[in-house]
């Protein structure tokens, strides 16, 4: 119960790396609000209320100030402050940067960007009078290296790990402690889409496999648990970092 009497708010929380991270984290005893715009984020709750946790569905489009707004007020009335934000929630399109429509690549930063910015923004001063708290941003690997088609994803990713090195250092004199997460390949509703669109996904998921060290595509829980660690008491010491978890793949040279 690392987590008792806190409430945390994980955006995307619906499915994949969010529901991975908002299970666990109301396994720990937190009171986790669920802000997903799809009505999976419902089945997401249920699942933790049936496992004995506290959890709330709030209908979300972190791209739309009124609505982050509107969620962090909601947060407050249903269990008070925020200790936790875990910035999740995140749309991907893939196709080489001249071919990839302008609509795509803005929706990309609408949600991936904008709405890490409009979710820490309203949340923060909540933080601050509270005397303290923990906002991980979840980026990607894609910060760090190359993928073809994956340009305007990879923006916005490491947009994220930019910002959240600055907003550790504006955050830090207010106890507030901001770190990010950067996974590699994790077996998501994202990955499986992927996969579906190639000629033999079977193949491709062996090859890509084949191709990260520890033999195998991450799994939500993998995060979850750095997560955990990250807003825990146990990384006191912890500002302002990046963490790369993908099996080890990319620290090897690919040739």
């Known amino acids: 119960m690392k987590l008792k009497g806190r409430v945390a708010i994980v955006t995307g929380g619906g499915a994949g790396i969010g529901r991975g991270v908002a299970s666990l984290f109301a396994l720990e005893g937190a009171f986790v609000a669920v802000a ?4 999976r984020g419902q089945e997401t709750v249920d699942a933790i209320r049936q ?15 009124s609505e982050v707004q509107r969620m ?29 429509p302008e609509e795509e690549f803005d929706c ?16 923060i001063p909540h933080m601050i009078r509270r005397g303290g708290g923990h906002i991980l941003n979840i980026a990607s690997n894609l910060a760090f290296v190359g993928l073809p088609e994956f340009a305007g994803y990879a923006a916005t990713k490491g947009g994220i790990v930019a910002m959240s090195r600055c907003l550790a ?16 390949a994790t077996m998501t509703p994202n990955m499986e889409r992927v996969l579906s669109r190639l000629p033999d996904p079977e193949a491709a998921l062996r090859a890509a496999m084949e191709r990260i060290p520890a ?12 997560a955990l660690y990250l807003v825990s008491d146990e990384s006191a ?14 620290a090897r040279l690919g040739l």
């Open 36 to 39: 997903e715009c799809a009505d």
């Open 51 to 65: 496992a004995g946790g506290q959890a709330e569905w709030i209908p979300t489009d972190v791209s739309l100030s």
């Open 72 to 100: 962090v007020a909601c947060v407050c009335d249903l269990a008070g402050p925020p200790d936790i934000l875990v910035n999740n929630a995140a749309v991907q399109f893939e196709g080489r940067l001249w071919e990839l």
């Open 108 to 123: 990309m930063m609408a949600t991936n960007l904008r709405g890490y910015y409009l979710c820490a923004k309203y949340v």
């Open 169 to 184: 250092l504006e955050c830090a004199p207010y106890h507030i402690r901001v770190n990010c997460i950067c996974p590699g």
């Open 215 to 226: 033999g195998r595509l991450g799994q939500p829980e993998d995060i979850a648990w750095l």
């Open 237 to 250: 010491y912890v500002i302002g970092s990046s963490i790369i978890i993908d099996g080890g793949a990319s």
